[in-house]
């Protein structure tokens, strides 16, 4: 069983960074991947980003690839994801998730775990 526990969501405006937290709270073990996905209100949860515990692997989509990096502190047992250069559409609620790895990373249903969100507004 795992916990997730999301933090570091804010207001910023446009150009501007944030840096998003995710505690874990079991384990995660090299056989799991861990993902940052986002739901901008009336709109369908899309993936961000994630993690493949084995090898460290990151893939972004084409959407925030070059501005966002996510990355964990093994030791801590926390997931983060930076922002920078953000944008306007980057506003929604962030959410972190975690599950046995899979082809389809970027498939809401892939992910066992998630936590409960924090909120991201950028404004022009």
């Known amino acids: 069983q795992v916990q997730l526990v999301e933090s570091g969501g804010g207001s910023v405006q446009a150009g501007g960074s944030l840096r998003l937290s995710c505690a874990a709270s079991?384990?995660?073990?090299?056989?799991?991947?861990m993902a940052w996905f986002r739901q901008a209100p009336g709109k369908e949860r899309e993936a961000v980003a994630v993690?493949?515990?084995?090898?460290?692997?990151?893939v972004y989509a084409d959407t925030v690839k070059d501005r966002f990096i996510i990355s964990r502190d093994t030791a801590e047992n926390t997931l983060y994801l930076q922002m920078n250069s953000l944008k306007p559409e980057d506003t929604a609620m962030y959410y972190c998730?975690?599950?046995?790895?899979?082809?389809?990373?970027?498939?809401?249903?892939?992910?066992?775990?998630w936590g409960q969100g924090t909120q991201v507004v950028v404004s022009s």
């Open positions: 998730a975690a599950g046995l790895e899979r082809a389809a990373w970027q498939v809401v249903s892939s992910y066992m775990w």
């Open positions: 079991g384990t995660i073990y090299d056989s799991y991947y």
């Open positions: 993690l493949y515990i084995t090898g460290s692997i990151a």
